[in-house]
């Protein structure tokens, strides 16, 4: 069954990026959704507890991965299929986290770990290209 292949997939690629079990059933499920659905039928699909759902749906709407319409009394919710504005993001929280990890170090050990910041550079300025423009990285020189 094709359609449970590209689900699990999917679902893959969700909780490589760090997203939960039930966050990745979620953002899978409507992605291939035909139309938007409701959290109770989300609920249903994916087997999950309807609160649990509710909970992961807001998480997933923070994120920018799911949208929120109404429609009379009810909410339906869809994905935002736009993948390579997911890896952007992803890509961005990947370089905050390396700088500030560089930035702690350089604050708590000095002039230690000068291998270890000088990869931190390295990954910073290649993520940084990937989207045609560089990141702003103090060249420095490591002894």
């Not at 938007?36 to 039928?41: C, D, F, R, V, Y």
């Not at 509710?54 to 920018?64: A, Q, S």
Request: aromatic share 10%.
């Amino acid at each position: 069954m094709r359609e449970l292949d590209a689900y699990r997939s999917l679902k893959d690629v969700m909780i490589h990026w760090g997203f939960g079990d039930t966050e990745a059933s979620i953002y899978a499920l409507l992605a291939l959704s035909s139309r938007p659905m409701t959290a109770k039928e989300i609920s249903e699909k994916i087997g999950r507890a309807y609160s649990s759902v509710v909970n992961e749906l807001n998480k997933l709407i923070r994120y920018g991965m799911v949208t929120r319409g109404k429609s009379g009394r009810c909410y339906y919710y869809s994905a935002v299929v736009d993948v390579m504005k997911i890896i952007k993001n992803e890509r961005r929280k990947v370089i905050n986290l390396l700088s500030q990890t560089k930035e702690s170090l350089e604050r708590t050990y000095g002039d230690s770990f000068n291998e270890l910041k000088r990869h931190l550079d390295e990954a910073i300025r290649y993520l940084g290209k990937m989207d045609g423009g560089d990141v702003n990285v103090r060249k420095e020189k490591y002894e």
